[in-house]
T-cell receptor, first 115, second 117 residues
């Protein structure tokens, strides 16, 4: 285990539902990330938080709403999603010190299916 | 903007043989980091190996090594003595600076490696 956990691991939701994905890191890192992983596409960076402040939002539709209440927890709130939003959503964390040992640690992902 | 390209969607290797996965990238930066990540089926993505661009020496981690050609912007991964447990998706990634002192990781589309017994 890499110290990053995600719940739920699988989620099926209708287009009118509201759900939330949760990510927790136990590594004492300062930065947390949400990625979307679709088949045959590069990982798409969605959001970056540094010390609980959102520092990047890569043109993600407003139906995805992130929340970072503290440096250990990250949420992705989902509302009125579309079928094309079905994907594996990965959370990651990093120290963000910029040093040579800097790297990202990933959670296991939440497999989302939107019907 | 930086880009990462993995031109091999799928590769196969016989157990105990050697395989090389290709990765090229595009950047105007002179100082950066490159990574190979492994994502086994239904398991977490983990770091395999990293390379600092300012180092000329190729990184190695046990059976994994890279061939880093900075001028050609090439960063291939060599897996020696392949094992069944090496079967996974392999992602090449480039790290650049993001906003407010953070760092962005740009990933390629991945190469699925099959290991044949």
């Amino acid at each position: 285990e890499t110290g990053v956990t995600q719940t739920p691991r699988h989620l099926v939701m209708g287009m009118t539902n509201k759900k939330s994905l949760k990510c927790e890191q136990h590594l004492g890192h300062n930065a947390m990330y949400w990625y979307k992983q679709s088949a045959k596409k590069p990982l798409e960076l969605m959001f970056v938080y540094s010390l609980e402040e959102r520092v990047e939002n890569n043109s993600v539709p407003s139906r995805f709403s992130p929340e970072c209440p503290n440096s250990s927890h990250l949420f992705l709130h989902l509302h009125t999603l579309q079928p094309e939003d079905s994907a594996l959503y990965l959370c990651a964390s990093s120290q963000d010190s910029g040093g040579p040992q800097e790297t990202q640690y990933f959670g296991p992902g939440t497999r989302l299916l939107v019907l | 903007a930086q880009t990462v390209t993995q031109s091999q969607p799928e590769m196969s290797v016989q157990e105990a043989e050697t395989v090389t996965l290709s990765c090229t990238y595009d950047t105007s930066e002179s100082d950066y980091y490159l990574f190979w990540y492994k994502q086994p089926p239904s398991r977490q993505m983990i770091l395999v190996i990293r390379q600092e661009a300012y180092k000329q020496q190729n990184a190695t981690e046990n059976r994994f090594s890279v061939n880093f050609q900075k001028a050609a912007k090439s960063f291939s991964l060599k897996i020696s003595d392949s094992q069944l447990g090496d079967a996974a998706m392999y992602f090449c990634a480039y790290r650049s600076e993001g906003g407010s002192g953070t760092y962005k990781y740009i990933f390629g589309t991945g190469t699925r490696l099959k290991v044949l017994a």
